[in-house]
Structure formats: structure tokens, C-alpha cells
């Protein structure tokens, strides 16, 4: 397979999402104990998950008696922060080198593009030391065209000074992450890999499954530059 530019994803594509979340919930419960002493800790919110799933976890943290009085959608507006603006401990898959690597041996750039809140994505990326590793950045929110948009896409192949055809997109999430490079004819490899807490959710049409599906980031650069068609 001849390549000029490989596409990425980010969550739970080049790292576990659910990584990020709990420590995210981490920092809520540190700052519960700084801030009320006697409050829910990381445990408690990780077992109200196991009960309750991760939806809501944030609401379901009691208002404590010392901020009685605090309208409620203030106190989840003031946790979401906390949550959203905390600088995450997580860490890149161990398959990620090494692709990477593969990447540069045969030349190909590279490209990421992410959905969600920009805070919250670019922190990530600072987290992971993406920026150094990564020749282009699309960060779909500053663009104001999240997935299945064309324009990211379009965005990050021109920045790559590749044509569409040229480039294939490596993604998770088959409900919104293939429809958009199909549509410009890039190719498209899912990998599924096998996490307690997956996001993806399933293609709502065969217009959006990706062409091929690999388990690892290790079985995508087998496929890739292995000479699959």
C-alpha cells in the first residue's frame, strides 16, 4: 500500500479514553478533599461507575454541607471544570513507537485529528508529548466541524501537502470516524482494540464502516506496509 500521509485518531486509538477519565476523576476527588475534608474519594466515584456507568457520575456527587446553599447546575458546572481543565496523567499505547516509527522509515507524515471540547483535547496532546511527535494537528473544535465533517480531513491533507487518495485514516469510533474520508476517497483501517471501556459505537450504515479492521496499532503498520490492498 502506497502512502504519503497516515491520519490519526486520538481516543482510544493512540491511548485507553478511559485512562484520561479516571484521572479526571482523580482530580475531582483531590479537590474535594482539599477543598470539604469529609467527601466522596476516587474509590467512591470509581464505585458509583461500577454501579451506575460512567453517565452522570459527576451529578451524582452530593453538594457538601459546607457549600449548602450552591445552586445545583453551579456545583456540576464548577466539578465539569475541575474535570475538563486538569492536567491528565496518561500515557501512549506501547504499540505507538513503533508504528511511529514505521511511519518515518518509509517517509509517510503524519496527521492527527480529534474531536471534543479543545481544552480538553489539547491538554491531552500536551500530555502525551503529541506535538513533537506528530507532523500535523487538527483539533476539530477549533474548527468548529467535528467528525464526519469533510473539513478536517481536508485540512490535514493539505497540511500534509498530500492529495486525499494519498493518505488513510486510523480510527476506532466506525459511527462517525470512516464516513467522512470515504467520502474523499482516503483509505480506512479501524482498530479495535480490546479495552475494559470502549467509546466506539457501531457504523449506523455500511457508508461509514471502515474498510478493514485490525486488533493494534502493531497489526495496522503489518497491514499498511505489508502490501495489503
Known amino acids: 500500500m502506497s502512502l504519503a500521509g497516515i491520519l490519526l485518531d486520538l481516543d482510544d486509538t493512540l491511548y485507553p479514553e478511559n485512562d484520561y477519565f479516571r ?5 475531582v ?4 478533599h482539599l477543598n470539604y475534608g469529609n467527601a466522596p474519594g476516587l474509590q467512591d466515584l470509581l464505585d458509583d461507575v461500577g454501579k451506575h456507568g460512567r453517565k452522570g457520575v459527576l451529578d451524582r456527587i452530593p453538594v457538601p454541607l459546607a457549600a449548602v446553599g450552591m445552586d445545583r447546575s453551579a456545583w456540576r458546572h464548577m466539578l465539569l471544570q475541575i474535570y475538563r481543565l486538569h492536567e491528565p496523567e496518561i500515557h501512549l499505547s506501547p504499540d505507538f513507537a513503533n508504528f ?4 518515518r522509515r518509509r517517509q509517510c507524515r503524519t496527521a492527527l485529528i480529534t474531536d471534543g471540547k479543545s481544552c480538553v483535547q489539547w491538554r491531552k496532546i500536551r500530555a502525551l508529548g503529541l506535538q513533537s511527535l506528530i507532523d500535523v494537528i487538527v483539533v476539530t473544535d477549533d474548527i ?3 467528525k464526519p465533517s469533510l473539513l478536517p480531513f481536508l485540512i ?3 497540511r500534509l501537502q498530500c492529495q486525499v487518495d494519498e ?16 467520502q474523499l476517497g482516503m483509505r480506512t483501517l479501524q482498530v479495535s482494540r480490546a479495552l475494559q471501556y470502549p467509546l466506539a459505537r457501531p457504523a449506523p450504515s455500511v457508508d461509514y464502516e471502515a474498510e478493514h479492521c485490525v486488533a493494534s496499532l502493531a497489526d495496522a503498520a503489518s497491514f499498511i506496509f505489508g502490501g495489503h490492498e
Do not use: N
Open 167 to 182: 493518505c488513510i485514516y486510523i480510527a476506532d469510533d466506525a459511527s462517525k470516524d470512516f464516513f467522512a474520508p470515504r
Open 156 to 158: 490535514a491533507s493539505q
Open 23 to 27: 484521572s479526571g476523576l482523580a482530580a
Open 100 to 103: 511511529l516509527e514505521d511511519c
Open 29 to 32: 476527588a483531590e479537590w474535594l
Open 144 to 146: 468548529e466541524a467535528p
